[in-house]
């Protein structure tokens, strides 16, 4: 699955063009590295997303297309 995909269905962020833009923006980072939107994700790797007040981190967990609203964290684990 895609990063920008993979950050919207997660809710991460609410709109995968604002996913797109934080990848193209240098914003997403892969085990360490700078991603572009269509780096695909897979099971196991670290993400961090930069935010203007801080910087999230977490482990994908799993990847679903389709996933509720109450299962969308079950995706991923904070780290």
């Given at each position: 699955m895609r990063i920008d995909k993979f950050l919207k269905v997660s809710r991460i962020l609410k709109r995968r063009a604002v996913a797109s833009d934080a990848c193209s923006g240098g914003k997403v980072c892969v085990n360490g590295r700078?991603?572009?939107?269509?780096?695909?994700?897979?099971?196991?790797?670290?993400?961090?997303?930069a935010f203007a007040g801080g910087e999230l981190k977490f482990a994908v967990k799993a990847l679903n297309?389709?996933?509720s609203a109450k299962e969308a964290d079950t995706l991923y684990e904070i780290i």
């Open positions: 700078e991603v572009k939107p269509a780096y695909r994700v897979k099971v196991g790797d670290v993400v961090t997303v297309e389709k996933v």
